[in-house]
């Protein structure tokens, strides 16, 4: 990824914004600590000096003078100022040429560039003139070099600890920036894989649980969903094609030729009679895919009755019954005692009616189909075997997809059957499942362990 | 035909010896071909038929009272012609409407029955089928709650549920006897699979299996185990007709 980006990467105007907003707290912080120490020193000094001139009010002109030498030879760093002038202004006694130009009313002024006693430069001075009673004017003045000094080194430390501070943040915040930026960016990737076709990519997941992953974790398992649906729809596609297109196929050739050839009224009706049982064939199979989505979209619960699967078996047996005697099946219905459940009775009339179905279609003559319902644990249960030539395990998962057909199949069918009882199987909460009857096929629709079954109404 | 069950006195003179009443159809339906086709085969059953290809065309010949069945198609254009049904209902019309439509879950025909609609036909539906549903319409003011049934030969009590074919007691399964009752109440009239698995089996799908006409072979068999008389015809390859007499 480039550098551009990063910075300009969502995440990282944040932490900049972040590192902003520390910055100035903590300089805030630096500067109210920085006038605090400043002020108070020229407060001090200020607060001496007014002082000193406020006593010296009352001395003599020659008590002054004295008090000011010994001021001048005590001050070995050469900080204080100390001069008299006398009314015109002209100078009596100090180190200070004239007057600075402040107002003579016994307060404290700084004055930015007095000139040194030795004029050797300037430097920052804080000053107190004060009129004498005589006309006379005193004047008390401290350097504030040293304050000043003290305020710069200050100001040099505050800067010097403020820029760790903010490059450390704006480091963290590039750092963390860059690692949500290159998050997105595989993110991005991975969705423009997917909208250029390849489906089986996945949004990146990592470990860090946080929400992005939730969601990443969200979205791959939709895209789960829209895979299978897509690959279903797409088996589906091809074989409505080919379930329809054969029988059309089938019949416009028919046709064709009759409307060539023939033109014998005798002879044309066999064959028109069999393009139109072509087009039937078509006209049933779009049925039975109508019939699939129909169940699928069926409002889950809103027909939901009460009723006894005992008695729909018994129901759907005596239905089928001269079927299998025709074909010279024995069935049997063992039914022990009643198998309440709740559901929509027609759907489940149809998914018992289709496994039945099943069975006596793949029963040999001289075969058996048996048809079980019981209650285990209050839960309704149903079994319906037969003595067929049975599923082989690699089909076993295979049998309920649509248009499954098994290999070599002579039967017909559109595959659908399983899947439409499948279908209604899971709307009601259950499984449907194929064993082994040794010999034949046995089908268990039995109600979907809990926690699956959780999994379903979470889907859902 | 002696049909001692429906009342058919009051309806016109059947037009043709196996149509006992001759109806007069509405059909609604904006596609041109296959109105046609369904003009066709219903006038070739004898019923005569108008057709409307919109909304407001329909409900206005609905309006004039010709009509003694209406067929109406859900999908006209944008529109539903469920509206129709609904505003004829409102208007306190009760002639019988046949709805097809090619939306076919469970809930779009509950909602077509609700509308006022007396049955449902799914897309694609053999005409024949139309036909046939038209004619059980027609009969459907005529039915009966009258105890015992008589066609031709054949009697049945429905207390005792007792048949006597020819005088003779038969012995029938109750799913036969069941079967025979739903063919007996509709003597003449073409009776095909898809009503028989939905009135007599309750199956409101159409099951591919050729069990109804197993069913339909075990019945024939009870009734004349000889095969010398057959009371349960075949009609086209569309379903049966009881024919008891002579």
């Not at chain 1, 080919?242 to 416009?252: G, N, Q, S, V």
């Not at chain 1, 060539?260 to 064939?281: G, K, Y």
């Not at chain 2, 038969?170 to 898809?194: C, D, H, N, S, W």
């Amino acid at each position: 990824m480039q550098t551009v980006e990063v910075f300009r990467a969502p995440a990282f105007r944040l932490a900049l914004a972040f590192c902003f907003a520390v910055s100035a707290a903590t300089a805030a912080a630096f500067g109210v600590i920085y006038l605090q120490v400043s002020n108070a020193d020229v407060q001090r000094v200020s607060a001496v000096l007014v002082d000193e001139a406020a006593k010296s009010e009352g001395d003599s002109d020659e008590q002054l003078r004295r008090a000011l030498e010994l001021r001048l030879t005590r001050d070995i760093r050469r900080l204080d100022y100390v001069a008299l002038f006398d009314a015109s202004g002209a100078k009596i006694f100090g180190d200070v040429p004239a007057v600075p130009s402040i107002p003579v009313d016994g307060a404290a002024h700084i004055v930015r560039q007095q000139l040194l006693p030795d004029s050797s430069g300037f430097e920052p001075a804080l000053f107190v003139a004060r009129q004498r009673p005589d006309g006379a004017v005193v004047l008390f003045g401290r350097s504030l070099r040293e304050v000043y000094d003290l305020q710069a080194t200050l100001l040099t430390v505050l800067a010097i600890a403020l820029l760790p501070t903010v490059l450390v943040i704006l480091a963290i915040g590039a750092f963390f920036a860059r690692r949500a930026s290159m998050r997105f960016e595989r993110i991005h990737s991975a969705i423009l894989r997917i909208m250029n076709g390849e489906l089986h990519s996945r949004l990146p997941v990592g470990r860090e649980g946080d929400d992005v992953e939730k969601v990443a974790r969200a979205v791959n398992l939709m895209l789960d969903e829209i895979e299978r649906l897509l690959d279903q729809l797409k088996s589906v596609g091809d074989n409505i094609a080919h379930d329809l297109r054969t029988p059309l196929m089938i019949a416009r050739a028919k046709i064709a030729r009759a409307l060539d050839e023939e033109t014998d009224a005798e002879i044309l009706r066999p064959i028109l009679n069999a393009a139109v049982s072509q087009i039937d064939r078509a006209s049933v199979a779009i049925a039975a895919i109508l019939r699939v989505s129909a169940v699928e979209n069926g409002a889950l619960g809103n027909r939901f009755t009460d009723f006894d699967l005992g008695a729909v078996c018994a129901e759907v047996v005596d239905f089928y019954e001269p079927l299998a005697q025709s074909k010279s099946i024995e069935m049997t219905v063992d039914v022990r005692g009643p198998a309440p459940m709740r559901g929509d009775v027609d759907l489940m009339r149809e998914a018992v009616s289709n496994l039945v179905d099943n069975a006596i279609k793949f029963t040999p003559e001289g075969g058996t189909v048996r048809v079980e319902a019981e209650t285990i644990d209050g839960l309704p249960r149903l079994a319906v075997s037969d003595t067929g030539r049975g599923i082989p395990p690699q089909d076993r998962a295979r049998v309920f997809r649509r248009f499954f057909r098994g290999d070599g199949d002579d039967v017909p069918g559109h595959g659908l059957g399983l899947n439409i009882a499948q279908t209604i199987a899971n709307l009601h909460g259950f499984q449907l499942t194929v064993e082994d009857n040794n010999p034949g096929a046995r089908f268990v629709m039995a109600p979907m362990a809990k926690a699956s079954l959780g999994l379903v109404r979470a889907a859902e | 035909m002696a049909i001692s069950i429906v009342d058919g006195s009051t309806a016109p003179a059947p037009q043709r010896g196996s149509d006992p009443r001759r109806a007069s159809v509405l059909l609604i339906e904006d596609e041109p071909e296959l109105a046609e086709e369904v003009r066709l085969e219903l006038e070739a059953a004898g019923h005569s038929v108008r057709v409307a290809y919109d909304v407001d065309e329909g409900l206005r010949a609905a309006r004039s009272g010709w009509a003694s069945i209406l067929v109406v198609d859900r999908m006209l254009g944008s529109a539903d012609g469920l509206s129709i049904v609904e505003t004829l209902r409102e208007e306190g019309d009760s002639t019988p409407v046949l709805v097809i439509s090619a939306l076919s879950s469970v809930d779009e025909r509950i909602s077509g029955l609700k509308a006022g609609g007396d049955d449902y036909l799914v897309k694609p539906f053999d005409v024949r089928e139309l036909s046939a549903r038209v004619e059980a319409l027609m009969r459907r003011r005529g039915e009966t709650r009258a105890t015992r049934l008589q066609v031709g030969a054949l009697e049945m009590d429905l207390v005792d549920r007792k048949v006597r074919c020819g005088g003779l007691p038969v012995e029938l399964l109750p799913r036969e006897f069941k079967l025979l009752e739903y063919f007996m109440r509709r003597p003449g009239q073409i009776v095909t699979r898809a009503m028989l698995l939905e009135d007599v089996w309750n199956f409101k799908f159409m099951a591919q299996t050729n069990v109804v006409d197993v069913q339909i072979g075990n019945l024939r068999r009870r009734l004349d185990p000889t095969g010398q008389r057959n009371y349960i015809v075949n009609v086209r390859a569309v379903g049966f007709k009881l024919d008891a007499d002579g």
